[in-house]
């Protein structure tokens, strides 16, 4: 692949010169006299080294970097100089440019340091489509869904994500607050930043502490090292607290300290640290009727809830439910390399008419098991869970009993007997699927 170098410097002579040696190289060379048209050749052309001079008509070719980084961040700046000073070459390198050199001293150093920093570039130009296609994945436009009530929580999302609003995303389990929360990151200013997310009701609460903030080596029994938390993970990024609510008292008033100052001292440590994240949380709980209980600091409910987005519950957007099941419908598909299935009128008709205690979430679960176990082309109601079915009569029921036995079987088969995952594809708990396998005397 034929690369594309920038030169951009006054004397022609140079860039002649310049543009022959590089050329020999195999390369493709633009030129430019001045700072303005070499910006102008930059949007217009897939550039991945740019040689400045340092002294040019219009700019400053070591200012002219920062310039350049913001159209092309991935494009790597050599600058070059008649007159080396140090504080010259040091502004250049804080403004990101990857080397600082003088002409005609330094001639020979061009090409290898071009070979260099064109591989760099090459390396960020691939970490930059892949940060790209991340933020298309986690973006608003991937939230299915054209109900009002979801409509509304996207467009609260939208205004609030451009700023550095701390937010509270409220509503019942499985109804997608992770999903907001990654495109309200991806959706602001702190894109290319970490997204991190930890579960607050993961952990006990000295765990939680210990990954939140971080510990000093000491800090405890096995502690033989400094370990970083998650605030310094996410810093200049986003930290996602999920299950807010469960978070212990005295955890919430070191995580208060961070909303207001942005500082924190790690477990065992004496030292203030100082991050810059923001901070989206979320829960499935009341955190006011909880902060009236002594449950929650008020002060950090207050804190946290500066802009409150409410996520609607699947049984609030029921015209969104077949939208959702023909998306997980066409994605497990392709995960097992099938053909897209469909659905059939009955099992539409279940999906529609079922109360969703486990919102998107449920859904997800039950299309990916039905996906595993479908046979042919078409998916029907007796590939759904049987909760669906409880009106079931005593014959029925033995029917089912016998279903079931075969559904678990094959759902086995296809985790290759991880019981864990078994019983996550089935919607139901680990001792649970264990009493089944022994109940049917599945081997």
């Known amino acids: 692949m034929e690369h594309t170098i920038l030169i951009i410097d006054d004397e022609s002579k140079i860039r002649s010169l310049l543009s022959r040696i590089i050329e020999l190289e195999g390369f493709k060379v633009l030129q430019s006299a001045t700072a303005k048209e070499g910006l102008k050749l930059l949007t217009t052309n897939e550039v991945m080294v740019v040689l400045s001079d340092v002294k040019l008509p219009d700019a400053n070719g070591v200012e002219l970097v920062v310039e350049i980084k913001k159209i092309r961040p991935y494009v790597e700046v050599i600058n070059l100089t008649a007159f080396g000073t140090i504080a010259d070459g040091v502004t250049a390198m ?85 999903v907001f929360a990654q495109a309200i990151h991806y959706g602001s200013p702190r894109r290319n930043k970490p997204f991190v997310a930890l579960n607050c009701s993961g952990f006990n609460p000295e765990l939680l502490e210990s990954e939140l903030f971080g510990y000093k080596e000491g800090a405890f029994t096995g502690a033989n090292k400094d370990k970083k938390g ?160 409880s009106g079931a009569t005593e014959a029925g029921a033995m029917d089912m009993a016998m279903m079931e036995k075969q559904h678990i079987v094959k759902v086995l088969n296809y985790a290759r007997g991880n019981k864990t995952e078994t019983a996550r594809l089935l919607g139901i708990g680990l001792t649970t699927l264990y009493r089944k396998i022994e109940e049917y005397q599945i081997s």
């Open 94 to 178: 804080r403004n990101g440019a990857f080397d600082y050199i003088t002409k005609g001293d330094d001639n020979d150093k061009i090409i290898p340091l071009l070979h260099k920093a064109l591989e760099k570039a090459k390396l960020q130009a691939r970490v930059f489509d892949l940060e790209k296609k991340v933020g298309l994945k986690h973006s608003f436009e991937t939230i299915i869904g054209s109900s009002p009530a979801i409509k509304e929580a996207i467009s609260l999302a939208q205004k609030v994500a451009v700023t550095d609003t701390t937010v509270l995303l409220l509503g019942e389990t499985g109804t997608g607050k992770e």
């Open 230 to 389: 998650l605030l310094e993970e996410a810093n200049e990024g986003t930290l996602f607290l999920d299950e807010i609510g469960e978070m212990n008292i005295d955890l919430q008033a070191k995580l208060l300290r961070v909303l207001e100052n942005q500082t924190f001292i790690k477990m065992g440590g004496t030292q203030t640290s100082k991050v810059n994240v923001r901070i989206i949380a979320a829960t499935n709980r009341d955190l006011k009727a909880e902060s009236d209980k002594g449950n929650f600091r008020s002060d950090l409910y207050y804190r946290l809830s500066v802009f409150a987005i409410v996520l609607p519950s699947l049984s609030q957007r029921k015209g969104d439910i077949v939208l959702l099941a023909k998306h997980y419908l066409k994605d497990f598909s392709a995960k097992v390399n099938r053909n897209e299935l469909s659905m059939d009128k009955a099992f539409i008709d279940y999906l529609n008419n079922h109360h969703w205690k486990g919102n998107i979430r449920e859904l997800k679960n039950i299309i990916e098991r039905a996906v595993i176990l479908a046979n042919g082309e078409v998916i029907g109601a007796d590939l759904l869970p049987y909760e669906f079915n």
